[in-house]
């Protein structure tokens, strides 16, 4: 069976750094996949941090031709919306997710990432994030209400065993910035019906109050069989009081539903825009494979030790 990397599912860890990387010019592909299979993660796993390394979809395909979760491609193009809406495509070669129990571990292990990958790429993107009322974003609705359970979100987020890049991920990468002066604005109730949830318990509005333009409405999806699409979400807030968002951080065997729901959320597919794209804005946006260890495992320099692979 592949092995994912595990910090896809070390929920409840309260400080992360979220970094994206540019190769530098004349670098090859493969060094930079090498690079990021070198990283180590500290020895402990008790108040330790964890590491989650992505790929961008063109190079490690490049690199690992039958490696390829279905489907998996950059974010190449902006989602255009309705209303002039449209989610920014700023594709990166590489992500590295830090995630630890606490401010300075994380910043230790982000600036030893930084270090390690300096000779084949440089930073493009760094976002401090960090826990907010155990596990609400800076709207202060709880998020991840509706998320499958750790027990079932391996089947929604990993490639299954026999299929090209099984053990794998496909990871949707985007920072919204909130519009907090106007979401504060609104009363509680008003915000609710931008969710499509209550705000203290996180119970979804009744279907004959939901609106079609709530969050809840464009981004719970069906296949032909009326099943309803899942995908696993760990979102982060971010920032300081002045400045500050959510780190959108989706995860699925199949990008296709998430794509759909952005597409959803942007009015693409029917006109009808999520009414959160008015009080929040994305800045970024990324697609990225998130091989499984025995994929990278291949790539480590002899003597080195990969993530979760310690003596
Ligand atoms: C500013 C950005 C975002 C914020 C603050 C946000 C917040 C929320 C909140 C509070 C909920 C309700 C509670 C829950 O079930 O988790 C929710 C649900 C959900 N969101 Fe988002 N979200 C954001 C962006 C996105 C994006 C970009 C996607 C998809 C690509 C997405 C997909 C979902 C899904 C699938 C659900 C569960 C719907 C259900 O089954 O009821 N969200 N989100």
Same mark, same amino acid.
């Given at each position: 069976? /592949?092995?994912?990397?595990?910090?896809?599912? +070390?929920?409840?860890?309260?400080?992360?750094?979220?970094?994206?990387?540019? $190769?530098?010019?004349?670098? !090859?592909?493969?060094?930079?996949?090498? /690079?990021?299979?070198?990283?180590?993660?500290?020895?402990?796993?008790?108040?330790?941090?964890?590491?989650?390394?992505? =790929? $961008?979809?063109?190079? %490690? /395909?490049? @690199?690992?031709?039958?490696?390829?979760?279905?489907?998996?491609?950059?974010?190449?193009?902006?989602?255009? &919306?309705?209303?002039?809406? +449209?989610?920014?495509?700023?594709?990166?070669?590489?992500? =590295?997710?830090?995630? &630890?129990?606490?401010?300075?571990?994380?910043?230790?292990?982000?600036?030893?990432?930084?270090?390690?990958?300096?000779? *084949?790429?440089?930073?493009?993107?760094?976002?401090?994030?960090?826990?907010?009322?155990?596990?609400?974003?800076?709207?202060?609705?709880?998020?991840?209400?509706?998320?499958?359970?750790?027990?079932?979100?391996?089947?929604?987020?990993?490639?299954?065993?026999?299929? #090209?890049?099984?053990?794998?991920?496909?990871?949707? *990468?985007?920072?919204?910035?909130?519009?907090?002066? $106007? %979401?504060?604005?609104? /009363?509680? +109730?008003?915000?609710?019906?931008?969710?499509?949830?209550?705000?203290?318990?996180?119970?979804?509005?009744?279907?004959?109050?939901?609106?079609?333009?709530?969050?809840?409405?464009?981004?719970?999806?069906?296949?032909?069989? &009326?099943? !309803?699409?899942?995908?696993?979400?760990?979102? @982060?807030?971010?920032?300081?009081?002045?400045?500050?968002?959510?780190?959108?951080?989706?995860?699925?065997?199949?990008?296709?539903?998430?794509?759909?729901?952005?597409?959803?959320?942007?009015? *693409?597919?029917?006109?009808?825009?999520?009414?959160?794209?008015?009080?929040?804005? #994305?800045?970024?946006?990324?697609?990225?494979? =998130?091989?499984?260890?025995?994929?990278?495992?291949?790539? @480590?320099?002899?003597?080195?030790?990969?993530?979760? !692979?310690?003596?």
């Amino acid at each position: 069976m /592949a092995t994912a990397q595990t910090g896809i599912f +070390a929920v409840g860890t309260s400080s992360h750094c979220f970094l994206e990387f540019t $190769r530098r010019p004349g670098s !090859e592909p493969g060094a930079l996949v090498r /690079a990021l299979a070198d990283l180590e993660e500290p020895h402990t796993t008790v108040g330790g941090v964890n590491l989650v390394v992505g =790929v $961008r979809p063109s190079l %490690w /395909a490049e @690199v690992v031709p039958d490696g390829q979760p279905a489907n998996a491609r950059d974010l190449e193009t902006p989602v255009v &919306g309705v209303d002039g809406f +449209a989610m920014p495509a700023t594709q990166q070669d590489a992500w =590295v997710w830090v995630a &630890g129990a606490a401010p300075d571990l994380v910043f230790d292990v982000a600036t030893d990432v930084v270090s390690a990958l300096a000779p *084949v790429a440089t930073p493009a993107s760094e976002v401090t994030g960090w826990s907010y009322r155990h596990s609400r974003d800076l709207t202060g609705f709880e998020d991840g209400t509706e998320n499958p359970s750790l027990a079932k979100a391996p089947g929604v987020a990993l490639v299954p065993d026999g299929a #090209p890049g099984q053990g794998s991920s496909v990871v949707l *990468v985007q920072q919204w910035v909130h519009h907090a002066e $106007r %979401w504060n604005a609104l /009363a509680v +109730a008003e915000q609710e019906l931008v969710m499509g949830r209550t705000k203290a318990d996180s119970v979804e509005l009744d279907d004959d109050v939901l609106p079609e333009d709530s969050h809840v409405s464009r981004t719970v999806i069906e296949d032909e069989d &009326g099943q !309803e699409l899942e995908i696993f979400r760990r979102n @982060v807030p971010y920032g300081s009081v002045g400045e500050h968002g959510t780190m959108f951080v989706g995860l699925s065997a199949d990008p296709r539903p998430m794509h759909r729901m952005l597409e959803r959320m942007a009015g *693409v597919e029917d006109g009808i825009r999520d009414a959160l794209t008015r009080y929040s804005t #994305p800045l970024t946006g990324a697609y990225y494979v =998130v091989p499984a260890l025995e994929a990278l495992a291949a790539f @480590v320099s002899p003597g080195e030790h990969l993530a979760g !692979e310690h003596d």
